[in-house]
């Protein structure tokens, strides 16, 4: 039996003395007349997010004039929305197809520990690219030797560090939190606010630390993405002609667009968890960031970028043909 299962029974009431190891997930809705229509809402989502973000990763690897520290952190982050989807959708699909919403302890832990590294690495990721384009547009001269390939990779693993470090120091304190027998989610995947609310040993040290380190990496990557787009914006504005503001523009549009989608979700879903709302209307709000933003971002990258587009129009007619 897992330590966290074994915490769980050793602080329990003697009469509640009953061994459960499980977490049972609500989901969205409970009503058996919605489930087809999410599992096929989650299920058309999810592929167009895996397909359309690999088909990104696939256009920047097969062209040697992607080949650019843009469009390096581009498909990494691309990568990560992979991987970020993958790591809720493919459960809840399971759940609504089977009935059978019970998740043990330590498959709940998993899946918390996945989904905080990559919504840390999704958040960082953009702060990245944010300050490439700041490099790109404010410093031009510089940009080759400021952006050269040991410093892009060296910020890649400086920041899979940080996500598993903060995500290793989160599971190693709910692993000493005590759980009690009703053990139920009113959400469709497991994330640490819910299961701190679910414990019955104090959990005040927890607190503390989850707001301190959102602060922390919150803050801290958005005030880097608000300086260097201010700095950005004011020196396109310095641009005399009306096509070379355009042509800037154009450089660093689609990251705007991604980073103001993102932060604009992450803002919600925390409004909606400090406000009374109820359980199922902060699951809805966690949609956004969870499953719609990584689906909508290869969209808006394609579109704003003709390289990118022009690569995806012959992979996908290549595909055909070959077909």
Not at 107 to 117: H, K, N, T
Not at 184 to 198: D, G, M, N, V, W
Not at 286 to 300: A, C, G, K, L, R
Request: hydrophobic share 50%.
């Amino acid at each position: 039996m897992s330590l966290f299962s074994s915490r769980l029974i050793d602080n329990m009431e003697p009469e509640n003395q009953t061994g459960v190891s499980e977490f049972l997930l609500l989901g969205l809705s409970e009503d058996p007349e919605l489930q087809p229509l999410l599992f096929g809402l989650f299920l058309s989502m999810s592929l167009v997010t895996v397909l359309g973000n690999l088909l990104i990763i696939l256009a920047i690897s097969s062209d040697s004039h992607l080949h650019t520290p843009m469009h390096f952190f581009l498909s990494h982050l691309s990568f990560v929305d992979i991987c970020f989807t993958s790591t809720i959708v493919p459960k809840m699909l399971v759940n609504i197809q089977t009935g059978n919403k019970v998740i043990t302890d330590a498959g709940c832990l998993i899946q918390v520990y996945f989904f905080m590294v990559f919504i840390c690495m999704d958040n960082l990721l953009l702060t990245i690219t944010a300050y490439d384009r700041y490099v790109a547009i404010c410093h031009p001269l510089y940009y080759a030797i400021i952006m050269n390939p040991c410093l892009c990779g060296l910020m890649i693993l400086c920041s899979l560090f940080i996500s598993i470090m903060n995500t290793l120091l989160h599971s190693v304190m709910v692993l000493h939190l005590s759980f009690c027998t009703d053990l139920k989610i009113p959400h469709f995947f497991y994330e640490l606010a819910q299961i701190l609310r679910l414990a019955c040993s104090d959990t005040l040290i927890n607190d503390i630390l989850m707001h301190l380190v959102t602060s922390l990496l919150g803050a801290g990557p958005l005030a880097g993405i608000i300086f260097s787009y201010t700095r950005i914006v004011l020196s396109i504005l310095r641009i005399p002609s009306i096509g070379g503001k355009y042509k800037a523009f154009s450089t660093f549009g689609s990251h705007l667009s991604v980073v103001f989608l993102f932060c604009r979700t992450c803002v919600g879903v925390y409004l909606s968890s400090a406000a009374t709302l109820s359980p199922r209307r902060r699951a809805v709000a966690s949609v956004m960031n969870t499953v719609v933003t990584p689906m909508v971002n290869p969209s808006i990258y394609s579109l704003r970028n003709r390289a990118i587009k022009g690569d995806l129009r012959t992979l996908i007619s290549g595909t055909f043909s070959f077909s």
